[in-house]
C-alpha cells in the first residue's frame, strides 16, 4: 500500500509535468493526498483526467458566480478548485452556488473540503445524484461507495450550511444535570492536596 507522503509527492510532480504551476501541483498534492485518505478514489480520477487533458481543452473559470455555467469546454476541475477556494469567503455570502459541466468533479471535491476548514462552516456537496457532507476538512460523508472513475458532472451544487448542535436545549439540560453527579464541592483539603499544592518557588 503506498503512503500517503509517496501519494502526495507523485501526485505533485505529475502534475507539474503534465503543465501546472509548481503552486498548483502543490495544491493537487495535497488534495489528492486527502481523497485518498477519506477512501475516495483520487489517483484513479487524477491519473484518468491526465491522460484525457493531453488531448483535450478544458475551460478555465477565474470567477466563481452564483450560477456557473461552461462555454465551449467542460470546466477543469483543479482551476475551478483553486479559484472557489482563493474566492471563498465572498463566496460564502452566496448561500450556494452551482456549475455545469466539471470535468473530473471528484478532484474538485478536496477543495470544497479545505474551503469548510477556512469558513468554520460544513458544506454540502453535490455531484449528480452522489452527495457529500464536507465538515471542516476532517471527515466527509457520502453516499458514493464505489471506487469509479467519474468523467463529467452536469450539474454541481455546493451550499453553506449554518452551523447548529444536533440536539436540542432539553436533551443537552438532561445531560447537563446528569453531569452534575461528578462535581465535587471544594474544601479546605482538596485545596491543599490540588495541583501546585505544596510546591516552593526557590527563584
Do not use: H
Not at 465572498?90 to 471528484?106: D, H, M, R, S, W
Not at 453535490?126 to 457520502?142: G, T
Amino acid at each position: 500500500m503506498k503512503s500517503l507522503s509517496e501519494i502526495d509527492t507523485v501526485s505533485k510532480r505529475a502534475s507539474r509535468a503534465i503543465g501546472f504551476s509548481w503552486g498548483v501541483a502543490e495544491e493537487v498534492g495535497k488534495n489528492i493526498r486527502l481523497l485518498e485518505m477519506f477512501g475516495l478514489p483520487g489517483i484513479k480520477n487524477l491519473n484518468n483526467f491526465f491522460k484525457v487533458k493531453k488531448n483535450s481543452k478544458f475551460e478555465n473559470l477565474d470567477l466563481i458566480n452564483k450560477d456557473n455555467k461552461s462555454v465551449n469546454f467542460q470546466l477543469c476541475p483543479i482551476n475551478v478548485g483553486i479559484n472557489f477556494l482563493d474566492q471563498i469567503n465572498a463566496i460564502e455570502n452566496l448561500g450556494e452556488v452551482t456549475f455545469q459541466k466539471i470535468a473530473y468533479p471528484l478532484l474538485f471535491l478536496p477543495f470544497v473540503s479545505r474551503a469548510s476548514e477556512i469558513i468554520g462552516k460544513r458544506l454540502s456537496l453535490k455531484i449528480n445524484e452522489r452527495e457529500f457532507l464536507l465538515s471542516f476538512n476532517s471527515s466527509i460523508y457520502s453516499n458514493f461507495l464505489t471506487n469509479e472513475i467519474i468523467n463529467l458532472a452536469e450539474n454541481v451544487s455546493v451550499k453553506f450550511l449554518d452551523n447548529s448542535d444536533s440536539f436540542n436545549q432539553n436533551e443537552w439540560e438532561e445531560l447537563y444535570k446528569l453531569s452534575k453527579d461528578t462535581f465535587v464541592e471544594e474544601s479546605d483539603s482538596l485545596k491543599q492536596s490540588g495541583a501546585g499544592a505544596g510546591l516552593t518557588d526557590n527563584d
